[in-house]
């Protein structure tokens, strides 16, 4: 009968042997050192960012408990900054113009997108094409296109009011009115980013298994239960990271309103037009750093706006988190 016997694991100490020694820490320096032409090679990247990212941040903390008109001495505040921010009227009158901009242009713009994608991933013909086009507004130069959107919601030779006097309705001054003005810009916005967040549902649709849609075809189930029941589901990881982007974006808008409503005030081009109706937070900013030359409370407005992008951007990230419980 033979003897069986155990093999010992391959981890296990060897007996006699003793373990190895802890290396120092100097040797590790040593080690560490030994790297420094990689390190070398990735400095630049940091040296940038250094010198353009984090220096100007922990810069405008620090101006934001200062009064500085740009030219002069800094004369310390404290937190009065702060504290007028809070009172503020025109910033709070900014952050709902950001808000309502950004709600009538991300909800339809995801939507579209989100449908788009399930279009460009069904079509057999000129897929390149069609991907192309609609990332084409993207691309495009933002000063161009708000001049012609400017054009288009003009009062009296817009396209946008001549398509409702061939419906038999009423012009719309739509750059001179509050509604109207928030309208534009959502429009706009819409038509810029709703190609982006296509490309990027299309990448995701094209990882759901192509057997579930086989499956619910058998179980007779249509396209619109499809898109609902299996699309959306399946797609919830990248609807969100597109809702996320987009509230970045969205509460951060300063191009767009800027040029498409600089003609219409003349006091100052970032009023946002009459009434204020478009001057969205990231424009109050520069109202006040660049008109008003105070950067001191610029500096306080710019961590004002940080605080509320970060807010919403967790809200956001919150409900659609539960809601994929």
């Given at each position: 009968?033979?003897?069986?016997?155990?093999?010992?694991?391959?981890?296990?100490?060897?007996?006699?042997?003793?373990?190895?020694?802890?290396?120092?820490?100097?040797?590790?320096?040593?080690?560490?050192?030994?790297?420094?032409?990689?390190?070398?090679?990735?400095?630049?990247?940091?040296?940038?960012?250094?010198?353009?990212?984090?220096?100007?941040?922990?810069?405008?903390?620090?101006?934001?408990?200062?009064?500085?008109?740009?030219?002069?001495?800094?004369?310390?505040?404290?937190?009065?900054?702060?504290?007028?921010?809070?009172?503020?009227?025109?910033?709070?009158?900014?952050?709902?113009?950001?808000?309502?901009?950004?709600?009538?242009?991300?909800?339809?713009?995801?939507?579209?997108?989100?449908?788009?994608?399930?279009?460009?991933n069904s079509a057999v013909r000129f897929?390149?094409?069609?991907?192309?086009?609609?990332?084409?507004?993207?691309?495009?130069?933002?000063?161009?296109?708000?001049?012609?959107?400017?054009?288009?919601?003009?009062?009296?030779?817009?396209?946008?009011?001549?398509?409702?006097?061939?419906?038999?309705?009423?012009?719309?001054?739509?750059?001179?009115?509050?509604?109207?003005?928030?309208?534009?810009?959502?429009?706009?916005?819409?038509?810029?980013?709703?190609?982006?967040?296509?490309?990027?549902?299309?990448?995701?649709?094209?990882?759901?298994?192509?057997?579930?849609?086989?499956?619910?075809?058998?179980?007779?189930?249509?396209?619109?239960?499809?898109?609902?029941?299996?699309?959306?589901?399946?797609?919830?990881?990248?609807?969100?990271?597109?809702?996320?982007?987009?509230?970045?974006?969205?509460?951060?808008?300063?191009?767009?309103?800027?040029?498409?409503?600089?003609?219409?005030?003349?006091?100052?081009?970032?009023?946002?037009?009459?009434?204020?109706?478009?001057?969205?937070?990231?424009?109050?900013?520069?109202?006040?750093?660049?008109?008003?030359?105070?950067?001191?409370?610029?500096?306080?407005?710019?961590?004002?706006?940080?605080?509320?992008?970060?807010?919403?951007?967790?809200?956001?990230?919150?409900?659609?988190?539960?809601?994929?419980?």
């Amino acid at each position: 009968m033979t003897e069986l016997r155990s093999v010992p694991a391959l981890d296990a100490p060897v007996p006699g042997d003793s373990p190895a020694p802890p290396a120092p820490a100097g040797s590790k320096a040593r080690s560490a050192l030994g790297y420094w032409r990689l390190y070398l090679a990735i400095s630049p990247f940091y040296l940038l960012f250094l010198c353009f990212g984090l220096v100007p941040v922990g810069f405008s903390l620090y101006l934001s408990f200062h009064r500085w008109d740009g030219l002069g001495t800094m004369e310390y505040a404290g937190l009065a900054q702060y504290r007028y921010l809070i009172t503020d009227a025109q910033f709070w009158h900014s952050i709902g113009n950001t808000l309502i901009i950004w709600a009538f242009a991300t909800l339809p713009m995801l939507f579209l997108a989100l449908v788009t994608a399930v279009m460009l991933n069904s079509a057999v013909r000129f897929k390149n094409f069609y991907r192309f086009a609609y990332f084409l507004p993207n691309v495009t130069s933002v000063v161009a296109v708000a001049i012609i959107f400017s054009s288009i919601f003009s009062t009296n030779f817009g396209l946008a009011n001549a398509v409702l006097q061939g419906l038999g309705l009423d012009q719309v001054a739509w750059l001179n009115t509050d509604w109207g003005i928030k309208t534009a810009v959502a429009v706009l916005m819409t038509w810029q980013w709703t190609g982006y967040n296509a490309i990027i549902f299309l990448a995701g649709l094209q990882t759901i298994p192509g057997e579930l849609y086989e499956a619910a075809r058998v179980d007779g189930a249509g396209p619109v239960q499809t898109f609902f029941r299996i699309t959306v589901p399946m797609m919830r990881p990248i609807i969100l990271f597109a809702l996320v982007v987009s509230t970045v974006t969205g509460l951060q808008s300063f191009s767009e309103p800027q040029v498409l409503l600089s003609n219409t005030q003349n006091n100052s081009t970032f009023a946002g037009g009459p009434g204020n109706a478009g001057q969205t937070m990231v424009l109050y900013f520069f109202q006040q750093s660049f008109d008003n030359n105070d950067f001191g409370y610029g500096a306080a407005i710019a961590w004002g706006i940080f605080l509320v992008v970060a807010l919403f951007s967790i809200i956001n990230w919150r409900l659609v988190q539960r809601r994929a419980k």
